[in-house]
């Protein structure tokens, strides 16, 4: 009974595991002089048990779902006056199923994002585009205000 308890546990809760780590660096041209903007992405690996393993002489239904989330902390400066951070987050970057139960599984699903490190960075580097407006527009601010005071 306790196991079928920790079953039931692990699929109200799912399962996480932390995943890899990616590293940018980018400098924009601004007014106020050039901004460097450092970018550390990290993944999060969700997994979730749904099925049940079937009885004697029936179909097991067990199947792991899982998504990949992205969280992305951006860095920037403008000399060493001006300073601004940032943190994004892209939920289902990945997603994908697998038989069995997720602990079985973990090894498996790790390769699979592995082999699909290219679409990360791809999505990593999606969010590094969209943020250079709102990077533009905090230096503008920055600017106007030192200017200002």
């Given at each position: 009974?306790?196991?079928?308890?920790?079953?039931?546990?692990?699929?109200?809760?799912?399962?996480?595991?932390?995943?890899?780590?990616?590293?940018?660096?980018?400098?924009?041209?601004?007014?106020?002089?050039?901004?460097?903007?450092?970018?550390?992405?990290?993944?999060?690996?969700?997994m979730k048990q749904i099925g049940s393993a079937g009885g004697a002489g029936r179909?097991?239904?067990?199947?792991?779902?899982?998504?990949?989330?992205?969280?992305?902390e951006r860095q920037a400066r403008v000399g060493a006056k001006m300073q601004a951070?940032?943190?994004?987050?892209?939920?289902?970057?990945?997603?994908?199923?697998?038989?069995?139960?997720?602990?079985?599984?973990?090894?498996?699903?790790?390769?699979?994002?592995?082999?699909?490190?290219?679409?990360?960075?791809?999505?990593?580097?999606?969010?590094?585009?969209?943020?250079?407006?709102?990077?533009?527009?905090?230096?503008?601010?920055?600017?106007?205000?030192?200017?200002?005071?």
């Amino acid at each position: 009974m306790k196991t079928l308890g920790f079953a039931g546990l692990a699929v109200a809760l799912g399962f996480s595991a932390p995943a890899m780590g990616m590293e940018h660096s980018t400098v924009i041209e601004h007014a106020a002089g050039p901004i460097t903007a450092d970018y550390s992405g990290k993944t999060r690996v969700e997994m979730k048990q749904i099925g049940s393993a079937g009885g004697a002489g029936r179909a097991s239904s067990l199947r792991c779902q899982w998504s990949v989330s992205l969280s992305v902390e951006r860095q920037a400066r403008v000399g060493a006056k001006m300073q601004a951070s940032r943190s994004m987050l892209r939920d289902d970057v990945l997603t994908g199923s697998s038989p069995g139960w997720c602990s079985e599984r973990g090894n498996g699903i790790d390769r699979v994002i592995e082999a699909r490190r290219d679409d990360l960075r791809s999505a990593m580097m999606a969010m590094v585009a969209q943020d250079r407006e709102v990077i533009l527009v905090e230096a503008e601010g920055a600017h106007a205000r030192q200017r200002e005071g």
